[in-house]
């Protein structure tokens, strides 16, 4: 049953522009992936947004300041010509020549605009609980309109408490760009968005104790904690490799020894976790979030204390003891295209058949 989709993009950024972090890769593999089964889809995302291959109804407007930049008690903010209020104005309108509507905002926007719009609307919720009034209106779409939430680890539920109301749907990557490399360089690599609550500090850390080179890839998004590093390790040894387009970043990030993954927060998922993953890259990561159901223990990776660069260290000495054909395996089988489409369509089948 093939069924006509408007997915709603992140009004925090162009697609393209890496601002969305890993949404816009979420983004683009599910609507490749649905389309490849036979549905129709759309995406309505900030003008400026490209790809080469996907439908895309660019909106004006300004965008939406980050929800983690945010703290816990502060009130809705939304600009003046806002690009979220003028897509779901689009929404609206054209609501009715679609089946159903996926928004992919972690925004209050979507969720409050849910029983006003006569098409089902499905919310993937990027990330954990960061502010009260997100946490209030996703309960309240969540015990509304059940099963419309989805999530991307039970972890991440959690800090909702919504463990039971929310569907689990992982993610997924299109595994055929992604190379294994059996023969990694003498280097460690990091990869994200460059900003506080991502933690790249500890990675630096390690790297200057440890010798070994570390390479940095990811989007400055501010570029004053970028230089506070440079300044407070001067002499570790760093290369920043710029914010590089998947095709590139994979054939890198496939040569390193492994990946750090130091966030301050509970990141729901990690996509470039199974980034790694898929070209053979062990992981080590902090026992937070969602990374804490991906590493498999002693396998795939390590996990290590939170904020514990001595652990980080620790766990370096003991990559020798990955086999980097199970990294690639656990990618294969969990985290295929094909995997997370089987979970995405299941999820808005029984949507729709409510």
């Not at 393209?16 to 972090?21: A, E, K, R, V, Y």
């Not at 990330?127 to 059940?146: H, N, P, R, W, Y």
């Not at 280097?187 to 933690?199: Q, T």
Request: glycine letters at 8%; hydrophobic letters at 40%; aromatic letters at 10%.
């Amino acid at each position: 049953m093939y069924h006509k989709l408007l997915f709603m993009s992140t009004p925090i950024g162009s697609l393209g522009s890496g601002l969305g972090g890993g949404v816009e890769l979420t983004i683009s593999n599910i609507a490749k992936e649905m389309l490849r089964r036979g549905h129709q889809v759309k995406i309505v995302a900030p003008q400026g947004s490209i790809s080469s291959s996907l439908p895309i109804k660019e909106i004006p407007g300004e965008l939406q300041i980050p929800a983690q930049n945010q703290t816990r008690t502060e009130p809705i903010f939304i600009p003046k010509n806002s690009v979220l209020a003028n897509m779901w104005d689009y929404a609206r309108q054209v609501q009715a020549d679609y089946d159903l509507i996926v928004n992919f905002a972690y925004d209050w926007l979507p969720l409050y605009l849910t029983p006003f719009f006569n098409t089902p609307i499905a919310h993937l919720i990027s990330m954990g609980s960061l502010t009260d009034v997100m946490d209030q209106i996703i309960e309240q779409i969540a015990t509304q309109f059940t099963g419309t939430i989805g999530v991307h680890s039970q972890t991440q539920a959690a800090t909702f408490k919504l463990e039971q109301q929310c569907t689990c749907l992982l993610n997924g990557m299109d595994l055929s760009i992604y190379q294994f490399c059996n023969q990694p360089s003498y280097n460690l690599a990091w990869v994200g968005r460059i900003a506080p609550e991502k933690g790249l500090e500890d990675a630096v850390a390690s790297a200057k104790i440890t010798g070994i080179p570390l390479k940095i890839f990811g989007l400055k998004q501010d570029e004053t904690y970028w230089q506070k590093i440079c300044q407070d390790y001067p002499d570790a040894p760093i290369e920043y490799m710029g914010f590089l387009p998947t095709v590139e970043l994979q054939q890198q990030l496939g040569k390193c020894l492994a990946l750090l993954v130091t966030p301050r927060w509970v990141e729901a998922f990690g996509n470039v976790a199974i980034e790694a993953l898929a070209c053979g890259v062990p992981l080590i990561a902090y026992h937070r979030g969602g990374l804490t159901e991906i590493v498999q223990e002693g396998k795939t990776g390590f996990l290590v204390e939170p904020d514990s660069v001595q652990g980080l260290v620790e766990a370096i000495k003991h990559l020798d003891e990955i086999d980097r054909y199970a990294c690639r395996q656990q990618a294969e089988t969990n985290y295929s295209l094909e995997a997370m489409g089987d979970r995405v369509e299941q999820w808005f089948q029984k949507i729709l058949k409510k």
